[in-house]
Every structure is written in C-alpha cells, then in structure tokens.
C-alpha cells in the first residue's frame, strides 16, 4: 500500500501517465502523454473471475450495516493523517474502535469518503499495522484498504482490486546536508529506509513487478535494506543526518515532498525511480463475496474520474494531477 513517484517541475510535462499493457513503460525521467495510455478506457467493472465461497453478500452487508469500513495509516501525510484537532462525528455509525470523519483528514481519507457516498453509507476507519493489510486474511475486521495500495501480482494472491484511483512516483530522498551522492546509483550497497512490505523493499530486492508498467530499472544495486512501520519513521531517522541510521528513503515523492514542507531536511536524489498504480483493495479470504462490492466501488470510481472529484482531490493535496493515468488504467489485468 502504498510508491515513488522536484514535483512542479516533473509534474508539468505530463499528467503523470503510465504506461498501459502492451505500451512502453515511461522512463524515470519523463512521464508519458495521456493519450499515450489506452485510445479507449475500458470498462471499469472489473470482478473477480472465481469469487470466494462466501455465506453472503459484502456490498449488502455493507449497505444493511451503513458503515464502509477501510483501513488507513494515519502517520502517511498528505494521504492520511490526523485533524490537529480531531471531533468525532455526530451521530456516528461507527463503532468505538473505529475513527470517523471527523478525526483524520488526507488524500485517501477523502477517496474513502467518497466511495463510502457512493454507497449510500458512512465511512468508517481502523489503523491496523500496514503489513497486516497486504498480507490479507483480514478476519472481516474490515471491508476494504483505501490506503494507497499497489497493485502487484504478489499481493493480488490475497488481495482482490478494483479500478485505480491515482498514481504515485517513488522518489529517494536524502538529508538535505548531504553532498556525496549524486544520483540514485550512488546509494548501492548504503544503508535505504523502506515501509516493510512496501514496493519500495521489492524495488531495492530487484523483484518489483507492477501491471500496466512492464519495465522497471533498478539503479540501486544490493542495499543495506531497513524496514520501517511506516515511510514517516524511516523520514525521521533520514532527518538526523548522523548517517548512522539511514543514508537514503525511498517513499512516494508526494511524501517526501510534504515532509519537506514541514520542515524536515531532506532533499529528492534524481528523478523518480518508477511509477506506480494505486487502488482499493479487497480481502480474498473474506467470509462474504466481494464480487459486487468490487464491481460497484469500480462503478464508482470510474464516476468520480469521470466528474473531476479524483482530479480536484489531487489538485488540492499534491497540486497536481495524479489521477488521469488511472483513469486510463486496463482492468483487465486485475483479478485473474
């Protein structure tokens, strides 16, 4: 979950296309065009082609409860975070170990809200540890991972998708003192900061493996490889700069960018290191069928590409668009 893909200048070529199946795969230095994608969208209704044997309906459950339950990490600004002064909704559905609305704000706090409407029911969150997300068997604890997850093949064997909402670039980031690296292959062998779990560890281990982009280059050679709870940690320990801890991060550029912001110093190392997808996700070992739920939160995400909310949420917390190449995205290599 969640990849990365300094951000005006790179975003300005492009709306950050990638490429689709059967196209060339773009270059960490240049995003495609849009048209360069696909000439026509496929249907994003996208649904699992052997569904789980399941004693119900999720999308009916969902609807006769009124919560959509998704996980998020509250410590991934801008795509999720806490309120500086967090209020529980009013009248809530949501159950006690659940944050509403009310209490976290980000990028992906907003998509969840909106697909949540789209169902006619209140969205609801939990906060557990992300690699309880991707490794699936989620116990129904919740419905869906809005939580800028990847799509990889490894991680649809438990993991269903649904339609794209946005695309991110993985970008390495380095203290902002340092004057000895020079581009990305100058941290071969050094000491990188990654979520555990993350792209960002299968990128250094040279297996990553993302659909829709069927190239990837890795300039870093054998990492001393650091795994983090979560990209905002691995940030800190990068922001000492001792160079004991860490030498580099590799985290979404929006990520480091917004860490940037607020005052910690870092810098981005070279362009971005590749470009990823990034979509809802679906436990495949949920005691209820997922199918219609996965067709319906395509429905309507494809709708909300196709009416501007997608890109206007990315205007407002990147400033730029990170969503038209998801829009574009070929469902067909989903869920097989």
């Not at 999720?80 to 002064?85: D, G, P, T, V």
């Not at 690296?181 to 050094?190: F, M, R, V």
């Amino acid at each position: 979950m969640k990849k990365l893909f300094v951000l005006a200048n790179l975003f300005v070529l492009a709306s950050l296309v990638l490429a689709a199946c059967g196209t060339p795969a773009p270059t960490a230095t240049q995003a495609p065009a849009a048209t360069e994608v696909v000439t026509q969208a496929p249907a994003a209704t996208e649904a699992p082609t052997q569904a789980p044997a399941a004693g119900g309906d999720l999308l009916a459950a969902i609807q006769a409860r009124g919560t959509l339950v998704s996980f998020t990490d509250p410590a991934y600004p801008p795509q999720s975070s806490l309120k500086a002064n967090p209020q529980r909704t009013p009248g809530t559905k949501c159950a006690e170990d659940q944050k509403t609305l009310g209490e976290l704000e980000g990028f992906d706090i907003d998509v969840a809200a909106a697909i949540a409407k789209g169902l006619g029911v209140e969205a609801c969150f939990v906060t557990p540890d992300w690699g309880l997300l991707v490794a699936g068997n989620w116990s129904d604890r919740w419905d869906i991972g809005i939580g800028s997850v990847t799509i990889t093949p490894e991680r649809a064997k438990v993991l269903y998708f649904s339609q794209p909402y946005y695309t991110t670039p993985a970008a390495l980031f380095v203290n902002a003192e340092n004057t000895t690296y020079k581009t990305p292959a100058d941290l071969s062998g050094k000491k990188i900061g990654v979520c555990s779990g993350c792209t960002y560890e299968s990128y250094l281990n040279g297996t990553l493996v993302i659909p829709g982009v069927p190239d990837i280059t890795y300039q870093i050679k054998d990492a001393d490889i650091k795994g983090y709870d979560t990209d905002s940690t691995a940030i800190e320990d990068l922001a000492l700069g001792d160079g004991l801890r860490l030498d580099g991060v590799i985290t979404a550029q929006p990520t480091g960018q917004e860490a940037i912001k607020n005052g910690r110093p870092i810098k981005q190392l070279g362009d971005p290191l590749y470009f990823e997808y990034l979509a809802p996700a679906f436990d495949r070992s949920s005691s209820l069928d997922p199918t219609s739920l996965i067709a319906k939160v395509s429905e309507i995400t494809a709708g909300l590409h196709a009416d501007g909310t997608l890109l206007n949420l990315s205007m407002k917390y990147y400033g730029t668009d990170l969503t038209t190449a998801a829009a574009k995205f070929d469902t067909s290599l989903l869920n097989h």
